[in-house]
T-cell receptor, first 114, second 110 residues
Framework: DADVTQTPRNRITKTGKRIMLECSQT?????MYWYRQDPGLGLRLIYY???????NKGEISDGYSVSRQAQAKFSLSLESAIPNQTALYFC?????????????FGPGTRLTVT | EDQVTQSPEALRLQEGESSSLNCSYT??????LFWYRQDPGKGPEFLFT???AGEEKEKERLKATLTKKESFLHITAPKPEDSATYLC???????????FGTGTKLQVIP
């Protein structure tokens, strides 16, 4: 079984709808991250969490919110989806400082906002 | 502003034709330089971490090197299964921010 799983894998939604993307991990890592990947822009950090009580904004957090329900679960919400949030979204975990420890990525969620 | 630039954007090689991918970074106080491989429809998969100029790491047909301004991923005698997008990422000391490059899409033709 995969160490980092994401649901759904694909989602099409309409402008203005609320949507939640979910991430679960079995690696036992405290640190979890949400990224989005756009063609020509690379991966950009949306939010990150060091533990259940520690959540931090990344470089592009506007329009997004997160919830860390447990050590193993980290959800990303789009309160009112807009077309420029169409992207590939990845959840990741790490065992410590990202400058020293690699990140483990989930398979991604392809989100389309029409 | 931290920047990571990868070149070329795309590279097509014949099987067995060695080459190098480039990753130039402008990150003050580099804490770590990472290479990942990404296959279509999948998340990035870790390959290497480099910490200081002069460091080298190898894995099968891949070797990563680091200088003060750039990193190279050398691919020796590539095989079709090496086809993927290779991502470079740099982390500045004291922060939890990872700056990713846009990747090099490698295609190895039999």
């Amino acid at each position: 079984d995969a160490d980092v799983t994401q649901t759904p894998r694909n989602r099409i939604t309409k402008t203005g709808k609320r949507i939640m993307l979910e991430c679960s991990q079995t690696k036992g890592h405290d640190r979890m991250y949400w990224y989005r990947q756009d063609p020509g822009l690379g991966l950009r950090l949306i939010y990150y969490s060091f533990d259940v009580k520690d959540i931090n904004k990344g470089e592009i957090s506007d329009g997004y919110s997160v919830s860390r329900q447990a050590q193993a679960k980290f959800s990303l919400s789009l309160e009112s989806a807009i077309p420029n949030q169409t992207a590939l979204y990845f959840c990741a975990t790490s065992d410590g400082d990202v400058g020293r420890y690699e990140q483990y990525f989930g398979p991604g969620t392809r989100l389309t906002v029409t | 502003e931290d920047q990571v630039t990868q070149s070329p954007e795309a590279l097509r090689l014949q099987e067995g034709e060695s080459s190098s991918l480039n990753c130039s970074y402008t990150v003050s106080g580099l804490r770590g330089l990472f290479w990942y491989r990404q296959d279509p429809g999948k998340g990035p998969e870790f390959l290497f971490t480099l910490y200081s100029a002069g460091e080298e790491k190898e894995k099968e047909r891949l070797k990563a090197t680091l200088t003060k301004k750039e990193s190279f991923l050398h691919i020796t005698a590539p095989k079709p299964e090496d086809s993927a997008t290779y991502l470079c990422a740099a982390v500045q000391g004291g922060y939890q921010k990872v700056t990713f490059g846009t990747g090099t899409k490698l295609q190895v033709i039999p």
